[in-house]
């Protein structure tokens, strides 16, 4: 089994940058907290929270057309934290502030929307697969009102069908949120979490999940009633915290969370130098960094060095076999895949926050 997987490794080649999105053109930027979708065809969707909008791209690169508006109307966005292709070929947007799940077509068009819990101020992680239920990852109050971050399943009614994994944090005086050093506070604790066991998300096929906490290479397979079928566990070695990867981490922290309207006043730069000075991080970084459905099975990006913007693609198949893996460079705050490319954001080495495709260089693990 060894001398099978050493072949394989050796026949898979590193991902080539094939599309850049977001440099040299003035008319297209994107802000922290972009996140994007990708059809069959191709065509990349990317909503930018800080335009309250969704630009659509067709395979080539070239803009076609934008919809969405910052507003309580009928398709439009006042916090819209994730988007994500349903199986059924659907838009679905999640918007913290509305309290929402909204659905467009692939034209743009608002077809329908969904109330979700109260308790829910943000949002890390999004799935929509089988009958149109949903899996967050979610930084939410919980029912005795203590902030714990959830990974839970919902219905197409957006009702909780399971809790699948818990990380209960500090609560904060939110009456004190006026006095100085309030914001100092939460945002030191908001580094901290870099070292818990958060829990992490993605879609496996049209109907189930996978998913597992960023400290361990251990992850399990659910369908819709959250019931674990399969696993997929590694021992890994996780990178040890540089200087340069604690700033790179923290920065990254800063940046998203700033990319939130409501909060990008309340953390400005000195606010940032404060609690990074003040946060105790652990000597090692967490394993698992980001988690994609790839055709029938999953990806795992795993021990991705910030600072270098180089990690390691892991691919498995549905039931969590390990087919093979290849070194990545490139940025990756967020990625999906389609077919046997792999889609990207994140910040470049010059601050630009760009949208990058890659082609997947995977023809051995078919």
Do not use: C
Request: glycine fraction near 8%; avoid cysteine.
């Amino acid at each position: 089994m060894l001398f099978w997987f050493s072949i394989m490794m050796a026949t898979l080649g590193t991902p080539r940058l094939e599309l850049t999105l977001g440099l040299d053109d003035p008319d297209i930027y994107f802000g922290m907290g972009t996140r994007l979708a990708v059809d069959a065809g191709g065509d990349l969707f990317v909503l930018d929270p800080a335009t309250h909008r969704i630009v659509v791209f067709d395979a080539g690169g070239r803009l076609r057309f934008h919809f969405g508006a910052k507003g309580n109307g009928p398709g439009e966005f006042v916090e819209p934290a994730a988007l994500v292709m349903s199986p059924a070929g659907e838009l679905v947007v999640f918007d913290t502030a509305r309290k929402r799940r909204m659905v467009f077509n692939r034209q743009g068009k608002f077809l329908r929307d969904t109330f979700f819990e109260a308790g829910i101020v943000a949002i890390r992680e999004a799935v929509v697969f089988g009958a149109d239920y949903s899996a967050l990852v979610a930084a939410k109050v919980d029912a005795k009102g203590r902030p714990i971050y959830d990974l839970s399943i919902y219905d197409a009614d957006m009702k909780v069908v399971k809790s699948l994994a818990r990380l209960q944090v500090t609560p904060l005086n939110w009456a004190e949120a006026n006095r100085p050093g309030f914001w100092v506070s939460f945002l030191q604790q908001q580094f901290e979490l870099l070292g818990q066991p958060m829990p992490i998300v993605a879609g496996l096929g049209a109907d189930r999940l996978v998913a597992g906490r960023i400290h361990r290479y251990q992850l399990h397979v659910y369908g819709e009633a959250g019931v674990a079928a399969t696993a997929a566990t590694r021992e890994i070695q996780p990178l040890v915290y540089s200087e340069e990867l604690r700033e790179a981490a923290l920065k990254t922290v800063w940046h998203n969370l700033a990319s939130e309207n409501f909060l990008a006043e309340k953390l400005k730069r000195p606010v940032f130098e404060k609690a990074k000075k003040k946060a105790e991080l652990p000597a090692v970084m967490p394993i698992i960094h980001r988690l994609a459905a790839w055709k029938s099975g999953f990806v795992v990006l795993y021990n991705y060095h910030a600072q270098k913007r180089s990690g390691i693609l892991a691919f498995h198949d549905a039931s969590g076999r390990l087919l093979g893996e290849t070194p990545f460079n490139g940025v990756a705050e967020y990625l999906v895949t389609a077919a046997d490319k792999l889609y990207t954001v994140g910040e470049n080495q010059d601050g630009d926050i760009v949208v990058q495709r890659f082609a997947l260089a995977v023809e051995a693990l078919h």
